[in-house]
């Protein structure tokens, strides 16, 4: 079965720092997409990337980078020199490919990071 | 640059009655989904939609939903009796076919609370 996790419930940093925020996965595919999400205190779900299982190259854009090791499961976040306005709830997940229906795309979410950038 | 539309983007009702979420997909997207998200807590599938009729749904999406494309624009999701748990965020989106796995686009969400 599909699965997300981001051990990281809660990070609080000032601002102007670092910071990474963890996601480990199981899947069983071999094709599968992996995904960030932003949620701000409005709600909703702001999308940030998503990467394909093939493609381990590391992106980045702008300020927040992302580290994909398929040797570990992990897809990892960071957000270079915070700022305030990148306080929220951040979700990784998993896509759960059903090939058979097509582009059909099913999201399986880790239960979120709720970052806090203090000034 | 086009997005998905829900209403109202917070609504009340008592145990019991039926609620209609309503959502507006991007226009020449085909695939439809509901997920919901309970308070403080991880955003988890409902059901996918495609071609006018259900393509996968989860645990979740018991008897007591329902989903329709009533016509060329909108995509419901209905909750025939409410219950206290249903309280949560319900998010729409849609992504074309054309584009194997694009991202999903989410809409802004409905929040429900169920009294």
């Known amino acids: 079965a599909q699965k997300v996790t981001q051990a990281q419930t809660e990070i609080s940093v000032v601002e102007k720092e670092d910071v990474t925020l963890d996601c480990v996965y199981e899947?069983?595919?071999?094709?599968?997409?992996l995904f960030w999400y932003k949620q701000p205190p409005s709600g909703e779900l702001v999308f940030l990337i998503r990467?394909?299982?093939?493609?381990?190259q590391n992106e980045i854009s702008g300020r927040y980078s992302w580290n994909f090791q398929k040797s570990t499961s992990s897809f990892n976040f960071t957000i270079t020199a915070s700022q305030v306005v990148d306080s929220a709830v951040y979700f990784c997940a998993l896509s759960d490919t059903s090939i058979t229906q097509g582009g059909s795309e099913k999201l399986v979410f880790g239960k979120g990071t709720k970052l806090t950038v203090n000034p | 640059e086009p997005e998905v539309t829900q209403t109202p983007s917070h609504q009340v009702t008592q145990m019991g009655q039926e609620v209609i979420l309503r959502c507006v997909p991007i226009?020449?997207?085909?695939?439809f989904y509901w997920y919901r998200q309970i308070l403080g807590q991880k955003v988890e599938f409902l059901v996918s939609?495609?071609?006018?009729?259900?393509?996968?749904k989860s645990e979740i999406f018991d008897d007591q939903f329902s989903v329709e494309r009533p016509d060329g624009s909108n995509f419901t999701l209905k909750i025939r009796s409410t219950k206290l748990e249903d309280s949560a965020m319900y998010f729409c989106?849609?992504?074309?076919?054309?584009?194997?796995?694009?991202?999903?686009?989410f809409g802004n969400g409905t929040r429900l609370t169920v009294t």
């Open positions: 226009s020449n997207h085909l695939y």
């Open positions: 939609f495609y071609n006018n009729e259900i393509s996968e």
């Open positions: 989106a849609s992504n074309p076919r054309e584009t194997y796995n694009s991202p999903l686009h």
């Open positions: 899947t069983r595919d071999t094709t599968y997409y």
């Open positions: 990467r394909n299982s093939f493609d381990e």
